[in-house]
Nanobody, 126 residues
Framework: QVQLVESGGGLVQAGGSLRLSCAAS????????MGWFRQAPGKEREFVAA????????EYADSVKGRFTISRDNAKNTVYLQMNSLKPEDTAVYYC???????????????????WGQGTQVTVSS
């Protein structure tokens, strides 16, 4: 079992930045691929970014490429999402997720994840 707790959300003006954190507890963090997803009101949960066990490979949704950066610190059991140049359309609840994988790979689908955090609200004003 893995417990995930997100933090760092809030209200920011368009063009601003936020850094989300996701602290993990339970099974060894370094054995899980990690990801960030978001869900806006009335919309389905969508993939944002993912990272492998080792942090050696990352993957991003086209809508956030060049603006968001996912990273992880296995010594601190934490994964981060640095969000720059925020836009009003980035407004959503952001979720952290952990996936058990057989090898060092990224996971980009919601179905591929085994554990989820409770989410943190990000609101970008225009």
């Amino acid at each position: 079992q893995v417990q995930l707790v997100e933090s760092g959300g809030g209200l920011v003006q368009a063009g601003g930045s936020l850094r989300l954190s996701c602290a993990a507890s339970g099974r060894p963090f370094s054995s899980y691929a990690m990801g960030w997803f978001r869900q806006a009101p009335g919309k389905e949960r969508e993939f944002v970014a993912a990272i492998t066990w080792s942090g050696g490979r990352t993957e991003y949704a086209d809508s956030v490429k060049g603006r968001f950066t996912i990273s992880r610190d296995n010594a601190k059991n934490t994964v981060y999402l640095q969000m720059n140049s925020l836009k009003p359309e980035d407004t959503a609840v952001y979720y952290c997720a952990a996936a058990r994988t057989l090898y060092d790979m990224v996971v980009v689908t919601t179905a591929g994840y085994d554990y989820w955090g409770q989410g943190t609200q990000v609101t970008v004003s225009s």
